[in-house]
Nanobody, 127 residues
Framework: QLQLVESGGGLVQPGGSLRLSCAASGFTLDYYAIGWFRQAPGKEREGVSCISTSGGNTNYADSVKGRFTISRDNAKNTVYLQMNSLKPEDTAIYYC????????????????????WGQGTQVTVSS
């Protein structure tokens, strides 16, 4: 059974940090590009960051550039999202997703291009 499981969410004060993890089971992430998405109440799901299969290319939404960092550890079959300088507007459910792209150096932030999804983890930024 192919599964992605997110963890690391929680309640944090503005300016704080969290590290989200996305662990895969039932398949290896070596062949997949991975994306992080988020969805706030009443809003559409949006792309936050993505990393290519090779790990050499990354992409970030403008709203998180300079604050979030995506990385992958294929040996642990896990992808991470380090989130620093968190703001109240970062509050959302965060999802990781996996997809296979034509080339190992490709990335995508389009929701519809992702095949496998985790169940999400809640991130709340509030004082």
């Amino acid at each position: 059974q192919l599964q992605l499981v997110e963890s690391g969410g929680g309640l944090v004060q503005p300016g704080g940090s969290l590290r989200l993890s996305c662990a895969a089971s039932g398949f290896t992430l070596d062949y997949y590009a991975i994306g992080w998405f988020r969805q706030a109440p009443g809003k559409e799901r949006e792309g936050v960051s993505c990393i290519s299969t090779s790990g050499g290319n990354t992409n970030y939404a403008d709203s998180v550039k300079g604050r979030f960092t995506i990385s992958r550890d294929n040996a642990k079959n896990t992808v991470y999202l380090q989130m620093n300088s968190l703001k109240p507007e970062d509050t959302a459910i965060y999802y990781c997703a996996a997809t296979r792209l034509r080339r190992r150096d490709m990335t995508t932030m389009f929701v519809y291009e992702y095949v496998y999804w985790g169940q999400g983890t809640q991130v709340t930024v509030s004082s």
